[in-house]
């Protein structure tokens, strides 16, 4: 089935069997396709780009147009319901934003589309949780412990399916699969500012490949699984 095609169910098992979503943040709508390549190179067929992007709106619909078929392509920093529909109609398979928006919520729901909301405190990872959600984004983990943090959160809310975001890397990847993620969300740390700027998409590709190796280590192989 082309990607375009996918259930919400169906987003949700990719989005936890990659493990990872890229943050695209970018100057250009040439960097920002230039990312894409990079990041697909690395063996992550799933981007996540931003609305502070310049024309973002084009640059999905351009990547669903060109890669659709093949790489997973979703919308984030969407605030409002006016960009949730523009991401919408342009393609994209799932929204994500920094906070709680119930307008983002209701354009994802009526369009059957994947909406991710941010959260940070207990009460906000309830309120997403009463709302619908069925993937939360805890942002930004990094400034309140990372692993650590993340770990506190699961233990009240064992079942939450929570995507780590803000200060996420290769380094620690491991420790927040092993906190409970249910995928991470990288921005900076896979797409380098710099070297997307000087063309050196290699630095990205290389540090794409790395994440998914981080991220196949720290879970258990289907002999654990089965052993368990």
Do not use: W
């Not at 207990?122 to 990372?146: D, H, S, V, W």
């Not at 990847?173 to 500012?193: N, P």
Request: glycine share 10%; with cysteine; proline share 6%.
């Amino acid at each position: 089935m082309p990607i375009t095609e996918l259930s919400i169910e169906d987003v949700i098992r990719k989005v936890g069997e990659i493990g990872i979503i890229p943050v695209v943040r970018a100057a250009t709508v040439e960097e920002a396709n230039r990312a894409v390549e990079a990041i697909c190179a690395g063996g992550i067929p799933v981007v996540e780009i931003t609305m502070t992007v310049p024309n973002a709106i084009t640059v999905i619909r351009e990547l669903v147009q060109r890669r659709g078929g093949e790489v997973l392509i979703g919308a984030g920093t969407v605030t409002n319901a006016e960009q949730a529909e523009s991401c919408v109609r342009a393609g994209a398979q799932f929204l994500v934003s920094p906070g709680l928006s119930t307008s983002v919520l209701s354009v994802a729901r009526v369009n059957n589309r994947l909406a991710i909301p941010g959260a940070l405190t207990p009460t906000e990872l309830m309120n997403a949780q009463e709302l619908g959600a069925r993937l939360i984004k805890i942002f930004p983990c990094g400034n309140l412990g990372g692993p650590k943090y993340l770990k506190s959160l699961k233990a009240p809310f064992p079942h939450a399916q929570l995507i780590p975001t803000g200060g996420v890397n290769a380094a620690n990847a491991a420790e927040f699969m092993a906190a409970g993620a249910y995928a991470l969300g990288v921005g900076a740390d896979l797409v380098d500012a710099a070297a997307l700027r000087e063309g050196n998409l290699e630095k990205i590709t290389s540090a794409a490949k790395e994440l998914v190796q981080a991220v196949a280590s720290a879970r258990p192989t289907k002999a654990e699984k089965r052993a368990g």
